[in-house]
């Protein structure tokens, strides 16, 4: 059955009236039997992160917490902009909510910052390296945080995407990347690059930005300097303005290669990644887990990894008016979870990640 999922757009003109909604939606639990109540911070509407809270809601709901029927579950989308993040989890942890479930970096920086005084229980999902957002954990010790908060870490290998991508174009040397420092998962993310970049022999041209409005001016300046291909990694700022970058490496005949799994036919030559319906899931099935009586003290914080399924989408129409000799092999294809042939159709591979497990 699908969730009513009562989600709320907040924008920054729009800060002043979150706690006003929050206050009319109040309704604690007062006894045995009452619906626990349960919020859930997504940071910006793209689709690793609607994939997410998708996955979270239906873990919720294979464990018993149905909103309307068995749970009162509120969704909460700051669309990308960190002071709206920031009042929100201001008045989602005053302690209305019995559990507050966050999915990305932003979210769980948020979050964690407005509920230092431990009043609401925090749980995480689809977050890079937890332990590089500041948040108090020690990454010596996986039972090292907070009693109110625990969750989940999902680090996608980067040297697998600039691999997948020489394997595309042999001569590849140069690849640029737009990104937002602010941004502790996206820090991480091309720190690592850097390491296995020069390793490749492949040159990471950089341009930092600060919000989705300079993503426009960072991808052109890369281009300008001669990149053969521009990087998506796992950066929300870039990846919410996903469309303003295909455009202008559109125009310079260069392809956008990505680690944000989006629709297969949006212009990507590939996007390689985690399978974040299903991350989401585990997600929601801790915080269930936590509902139902279990000690977070005695729940480590763990890596996914090796557990979430990868999506693999390649694009073969991306390949036309490319000024470089892009080929995407064979064997990628056939391995592909879905892909786009030449002439714009799409042909899924294999069973659609969105069923239930």
């Not at 940071?43 to 068995?70: K, W």
């Not at 993503?215 to 990846?239: F, M, N, P, Y």
């Not at 202008?248 to 036919?265: E, M, N, T």
Request: some cysteine.
């Amino acid at each position: 059955m699908w969730f009513a999922i009562k989600r709320l757009a907040l924008g920054l003109i729009l800060i002043a009236g979150a706690a006003a909604v929050l206050l009319a939606t109040d309704v604690r639990r007062s006894g045995p039997g009452a619906m626990p109540r349960i919020g859930i911070l997504q940071h910006a509407s793209v689709p690793v992160l609607d994939d997410s809270v998708r996955g979270i809601l239906d873990g919720l709901s294979a464990n018993g917490f149905r909103d309307g029927e068995t749970a009162n579950i509120t969704v909460f989308n700051a669309q990308g902009e960190m002071p709206t993040a920031n009042a929100i989890a201001r008045d989602m942890t005053d302690g209305r909510f019995d559990i507050v479930i966050t999915t990305s970096t932003p979210s769980l920086q948020a979050v964690a910052n407005a509920n230092k005084a431990g009043r609401t229980m925090h749980v995480f999902g689809i977050v890079a390296d937890p332990y590089a957002a500041g948040v108090g954990l020690d990454p010596a010790n996986p039972l090292g945080h907070p009693k109110y908060m625990v969750g989940q870490g999902i680090m996608f290998p980067v040297r697998d995407i600039f691999d997948m991508a020489r394997r595309m174009l042999p001569s590849l040397k140069t690849v640029g990347v737009a990104w937002d420092p602010a941004q502790a998962n996206s820090r991480r993310f091309v720190e690592d690059a850097r390491v296995v970049c020069k390793k490749l022999g492949i040159e990471l041209l950089e341009a930092q930005v600060e919000n989705t409005a300079g993503v426009k001016e960072a991808v052109e300046s890369l281009i300008g300097r001669g990149v053969q291909a521009v990087w998506v990694g796992g950066d929300i700022t870039v990846s919410n303005a996903i469309d303003t970058v295909l455009t202008a490496c559109r125009q310079a005949h260069i392809p956008v290669i990505s680690q944000l799994p989006g629709d297969p036919k949006r212009g990507t030559l590939f996007d390689i990644g985690f399978d974040y319906y299903q991350a989401g899931w585990m997600c929601g099935e801790l915080a269930a887990q936590i509902l139902k009586g279990a000690d977070p003290t005695t729940i480590p914080i763990r890596e996914v990894n090796d557990i979430v399924p990868r999506t693999l989408f390649v694009n073969e129409k991306a390949l036309h008016g490319l000024k470089d000799p892009w080929k995407i092999p064979d064997d990628l294809i056939r391995s592909a979870n879905a892909y786009v042939d030449e002439a714009g159709q799409l042909h899924a591979n294999r069973k659609d990640k969105s069923k239930k497990r």
